[in-house]
T-cell receptor, first 114, second 114 residues
Framework: EAQVTQNPRYLITVTGKKLTVTCSQN?????MSWYRQDPGLGLRQIYY???????DKGDVPEGYKVSRKEKRNFPLILESPSPNQTSLYFC?????????????FGPGTRLTVL | AQSVTQPDIHITVSEGASLELRCNYS??????LFWYVQSPGQGLQLLLK??????LVQGIKGFEAEFKRSQSSFNLRKPSVHWSDAAEYFC????????????FGRGTQLTVWP
């Protein structure tokens, strides 16, 4: 089954404790991205990657890092989480960055930073 | 500035009633337009998309949307709502030059009364 998976689905942590949220897709997609969803704001893109070793900032990259060492994986790293990073995070993938390629979203990771 | 506007935060309809969810965008050129649905605890699922051509597009689950250039709108409709349609709906645009980045509205929560 074609899918985007994220782990963990739920995470409660404390300020400053490094964490990684994993994202994996099995569709051989080149394009992957991370969004955060906050009430009243919809989804905003954090980082994106057009292929292995090619990443760039989205609209809200502060406080986040990403890496793309393999085509299927695109982990989101919070080196020193803060409470304002409490949010619902979605990973997405598509064949390319072209607008005509449908983006597939993972189930989301709900992060709480205390 | 808000690029995608969904003016209704919450809509309640009775099962079997018709539905229209509003979406307006503020770009000068015609962007690529999308509607996504998010069921509780789930990721986002693409309902339909508009790139060009016929301004009335059909999607999954009996949904359709109409692009109106003069109104910069892309409203989602369904003639008869089912209880399973209760979810949050997001309008999104791709401006065609933003490297796969989708800009989302803040979402409309749909409640369906039996």
């Amino acid at each position: 089954e074609a899918q985007v998976t994220q782990n963990p689905r739920y995470l409660i942590t404390v300020t400053g404790k490094k964490l990684t949220v994993t994202c994996s897709q099995n569709m051989n997609h080149e394009y992957m991205s991370w969004y955060r969803q906050d009430p009243g704001l919809g989804l905003r893109q954090i980082y994106y990657s057009m292929n292995v070793e090619v990443t760039d900032k989205g609209d809200v990259p502060e406080g986040y890092k990403v890496s793309r060492k393999e085509k299927r994986n695109f982990p989101l790293i919070l080196e020193s989480p803060s409470p304002n990073q409490t949010s619902l995070y979605f990973c997405a993938s598509s064949q390319s960055e072209g607008a005509t390629d449908t983006q597939y979203f993972g189930p989301g990771t709900r992060l709480t930073v205390l | 500035a808000q690029s995608v506007t969904q003016p209704d935060i919450h809509i309640t309809v009775s099962e079997g009633a018709s539905l229209e969810l509003r979406c307006n965008y503020s770009y000068g050129a015609t962007p690529y337009l999308f509607w996504y649905v998010q069921s509780p605890g789930q990721g986002l699922q693409l309902l339909l998309k508009y790139f060009s051509g016929d301004t009335l597009v059909q999607g999954i689950k009996g949904f359709e949307a109409e692009f109106k250039r003069s109104q910069s709108s892309f409203n989602l409709r369904k003639p008869s709502v089912h209880w399973s349609d209760a979810a949050e709906y997001f309008c999104a645009v791709d401006r065609g030059s933003t490297l796969g980045r989708l800009y989302f509205g803040r979402g409309t929560q749909l409640t369906v009364w039996p």
